[in-house]
């Protein structure tokens, strides 16, 4: 599978994005797109999650993120959205799109084992 990850921007805190994530090649019934970020400096943290089935789209997100970040899939077009509300300058981070065939949603970067090229998401005045 390969990710093509896009979005990204310039925006000021309070600001809004959108970020996608294609997925083409060979794609299973069931599987999990999550979004991860990396700041400078910082370890690589997971974002949101969520399950790409015909009969499931369950989402998951990080506490910090939580209420203002929203993930969503098309699954005819194997797209993945992460609509990004209420932007903090710690939003500031290179965003990565990531795909998993395990059975359960998961926040480790060990269990993603394809990655899209980051996108860059800079919140700043």
């Known amino acids: 599978v390969q990710l093509q990850a896009s979005g990204g921007g310039l925006v000021q805190p309070g600001g809004s994005l959108r970020l996608s994530c294609v997925a083409s090649?060979?794609?299973?019934?069931?599987?999990?797109i999550g979004w991860f970020r990396q700041a400078p400096g910082k370890e690589r943290e997971w974002v949101s999650c969520?399950?790409?089935?015909?009969?499931?789209?369950?989402?998951y997100y990080a506490d910090s993120v939580k209420g203002r970040f929203t993930i969503s899939g098309d699954n005819a077009k194997n797209t993945v959205f992460l609509q990004m509300n209420s932007l903090k300058p710690e939003d500031t981070a290179l965003y990565y799109c990531?795909?998993?065939?395990?059975?359960?949603?998961?926040?480790?970067?060990?269990?993603?084992?394809?990655w899209g090229q980051g996108t860059q998401v800079t919140v700043s005045s």
């Open positions: 990531a795909f998993s065939s395990l059975g359960y949603p998961s926040m480790s970067t060990a269990d993603y084992g394809s």
């Open positions: 090649g060979f794609t299973p019934d069931y599987y999990y």
């Open positions: 969520i399950t790409i089935s015909r009969s499931d789209n369950s989402d």
